[in-house]
């Protein structure tokens, strides 16, 4: 089993609509959960950090379900500019120097 | 506002060659990381340093050395390049100790080894 696990997609959705990513993750002794963009060919750039009370940003709202080990991630009234890919991202507490496990990340392409 | 900076952005080698990835922080952050991305994949850590002198593999370390002899630089080395490190490589640091600093990334290297 991946560490990290997403839908590829990609997801197809028209603009102003709402769209949900899920992702899950093996190691229960991860502690802290993000969700990441990444543009077509780009660096990925921090979307938000993943709080186990749910966090929001805007459009955004991040879930953490610790229990059945997935995160979410919920896109309301889709942006053209959203079209990226996201990427789930978790860390352990232990094993230091703070590194990442990166999901494969799920497409989205938001349409006219 | 530089943030996280690698050079070249792009490179072909030959089978065999040799070549250094360099990356440039000026942001004070102790911790860096290069990774590695191939098409359609996730970022696989290759090595990490948590300070000058500290450098620790990750989880695809084969074929690649680094060093971190100051804060703000951290280079990858592939010595024998073969067509298996075909990829994009990404270098970032990070701020925070322990879990949770997030991190930022450089633009990212093509590197195509032919």
């Known amino acids: 089993r991946k560490e990290v696990e997403q839908d590829p997609g990609p997801f197809n959705v028209p603009e102003g609509a709402t769209v949900a990513f899920n992702c899950t993750y093996s190691?229960?002794?991860?502690?802290?959960f993000f969700w990441y963009r990444q543009d077509c060919r780009k660096e990925p750039k921090l979307l938000m950090s993943?709080?186990?009370s749910g966090n929001e940003d805007g459009r955004f709202t991040a879930q953490l379900n610790r229990a059945s080990q997935y995160i979410s991630l919920l896109i309301r009234d889709s942006k053209l500019s959203d079209s990226a890919t996201y990427l789930c991202?978790?860390?352990?507490?232990?094993?230091?120097?703070?590194?990442?496990?990166f999901g494969t990340g799920t497409q989205l392409k938001v349409e006219l | 506002n530089a943030g996280v900076t690698q050079t070249p952005k792009f490179r072909i080698l030959k089978i065999g060659q040799s070549m250094t990835l360099q990356c440039t922080q000026d942001?004070?952050?102790?911790?860096m990381y290069w990774y590695r991305q191939d098409p359609g994949m996730g970022l696989k850590l290759i090595y990490y340093?948590?300070?000058?002198?500290?450098?620790d593999k990750g989880e695809v370390p084969n074929g690649y050395n680094v060093s971190r002899s100051t804060t703000e630089d951290f280079p990858l080395r592939l010595e024998l390049a073969a067509p298996s490190q075909t990829s994009v490589y990404f270098c970032?640091?990070?701020?925070?100790?322990?879990?949770?600093?997030?991190?930022?990334f450089g633009d990212g290297t093509r590197l195509s080894i032919l």
């Open positions: 970032a640091s990070s701020q925070g100790q322990g879990a949770g600093g997030p991190q930022h």
């Open positions: 190691n229960s002794a991860s502690q802290s």
């Open positions: 993943v709080y186990s």
């Open positions: 991202v978790v860390t352990p507490l232990t094993g230091g120097g703070n590194k990442l496990t």
């Open positions: 942001m004070n952050h102790n911790y």
């Open positions: 340093s948590v300070g000058a002198g500290i450098t």
